[in-house]
């Protein structure tokens, strides 16, 4: 079974959300393997935020066609620029307040956790993601504020990234191994035939 990692932003948990956004993931059958209440650590949040030239690159390119479809100019130039002033932001922002980290497991648990969540920017995620649902922030706001996005989720996107993140968040101690009643439901192939 795949893993992936969750955070639950400060805007998240300050709202009173946390709640309601576990139990998106657990109605979907995602098993919770760790989770914990953390103020996170400078080290740690610069770890999960690595300037690599992909995820400069990424970020960039989403907020800037979003502005683009918007007919809007984008007010940077370069990745590295646009980047590096969100990564700083975001460090801010994670260690601003307490954040709730979980790992979730099952079937294709990276993509189903993404889906879930809906698209970077709330005001662009559709109805029924918790984005969509909980959340209305937009590039735009948030660049005229000079802040990150409040989008409530960090939610990784892909399995190598995942590893990386669990690794940045839990201890192989933490990560727990237990029988949910969706291993046999979901998951046993003989659970449903006939005795």
């Known amino acids: 079974m795949e893993q992936t990692l969750v955070l639950i932003k400060p805007d998240g948990v300050q709202r009173g959300l946390t709640g309601q956004i576990i ?21 740690d949040v610069d770890r999960h935020y690595a300037l690599t030239e992909e995820w400069m690159m990424a970020v960039f390119t989403k907020a800037k066609a979003k502005y683009e479809a918007e007919g809007q100019s984008f007010p940077f130039d370069d990745h590295k620029a646009y980047g590096g002033e969100i990564k700083r932001g975001l460090v801010d922002f994670l260690r601003s307040s307490p954040v709730v980290a979980l790992v979730l497991e ?10 879930l969540v809906g698209a970077t920017e709330p005001a662009s995620s559709p109805a029924g993601t918790i984005r969509g649902d909980l959340s209305h922030d937009t ?6 504020q000079n802040r990150p996005l409040r989008n ?23 990560l727990h191994k237990y029988e949910h009643v969706n291993d046999r439901v979901q998951y046993d192939p003989k659970w449903f035939l006939p005795e």
């Open 23 to 43: 139990t998106r993931f657990e109605q979907v059958g995602l098993k919770i393997v760790a989770m914990k209440m953390v103020h996170p650590e400078q080290e």
């Open 106 to 115: 099952g079937e294709m648990a990276v993509s189903l956790v993404r889906k």
């Open 139 to 144: 590039y735009a706001l948030s660049n005229a």
């Open 152 to 174: 409530l989720i960090h939610a990784s996107g892909n399995i190598a990234e995942a590893k990386n993140e669990i690794a940045i968040w839990f201890t192989d101690i933490e």
